[in-house]
């Protein structure tokens, strides 16, 4: 049986071309876009203001490439964690997040991560592959809340500039007024700070953007996240300033708070000689312990006092609630590695 191509991640220009190489009329590519990311079918078939011949020919070698989640688990606050199948017998995990006024969709945009953060599930985990735009789409499309989502997060399992063409190509599907028209404020992105692709995401997309800083310190954030060798977060931030970035978009530093590591006065003079005069949001996150780690979080009353101090100097922090950690769902335990361990083990 041939392998089919996903219709599923393909921008409406790559669906003109689709329709064109079929010998379909130009608007046709309009057509299958509401098909997809409207009205969300599941198969060819449903595309019904197509005629007969035409979704037949599209079937020969297209598929719409939604895959539904094989395995979802609950938290007892209410988060869930689902898990998909990828592509070459890979996983990966997505995280929803019900609040209040806010459904949120945490995505992951790679199977494993290559960043190597001393702090992190996926990092242990190693790097086994890409998501395609249609496979970080499908997270959203194929989970049972997905009519009443409010916010979508790059913030699973994988570094989102890392695959930057295929992160890019699914902002453009979850933005545009021919896929699901979401306005870009509804999106965040994380980066723990790649430079030359942060520079394409903050140019190609008005989607808000989260750094990963976790230390204002050079030695102290290397010893954590192996990227500050190559992109340190005083270069991130010298480039965030050559960006106006207006006052409707965002940008937040993510910093998981340790015990005795980052969490002292010197600490919140060092993020404020760092961010000086920068329009930006700090974002404290409690830390989820993972196996082998030396780290330990630091307590509920030294964030707070973190978060006072850091008011006091004029920058704009909270505290993160931590959400789904009873499924191992929190930020930083997204990871597959098991199943990827399994597959290894097997006979074929």
Known sequence: MQNKEALLGKTLDELREVVKGLGLPAFTASQIANWLYVKKVSSIEEMTNL???AREGLAENFEIGRTLPSKVQT??????KYLFAAHKGLFIEA??????????LCVSSQVGCKMGCLFCMTGKQGFQGQLKAGEIINQLLSIEESDILTNVVYMGMGEPMDNIEE??????????????????????????????????????????????MHSPFDQERKKLMPIQQVY???????ALREYDFGRQRRISFEYIMFEGINDTVEHVKGITKLLNGMR???????????????????????MEWFSNQLSKKGLISTIRRSRGEDIYAACGLLSTKE??????????
């Not at 995280?95 to 949120?104: F, G, L, S, V």
Request: charged share 30%; proline share 6%; with cysteine.
């Open 75 to 80: 938290s007892v606050d209410g988060t869930k």
């Open 339 to 348: 199943l990827v361990k399994k597959d290894e083990d097997s006979d074929f």
């Open 232 to 238: 340190t977060i005083e270069k991130v931030v010298e």
């Open 280 to 302: 930006c949001r700090i974002n404290l996150i409690k830390f989820h312990p993972i196996p082998d780690s030396p780290l330990r979080g630091s307590s509920n009353d030294k």
């Open 51 to 53: 005629s007969k011949k």
């Open 167 to 212: 992160v890019l190509k699914s902002l453009q599907i979850l933005t545009s007024d021919w896929g699901f028209g979401w306005s870009p404020r509804r999106i965040n992105v994380s980066t723990i700070g790649v430079i030359p692709a942060m520079r394409r995401f903050i140019e190609e997309s008005e989607a808000h953007l989260a750094i990963s």
């Open 95 to 104: 995280a929803y997040i019900p609040e209040d006024d806010r459904k949120t």
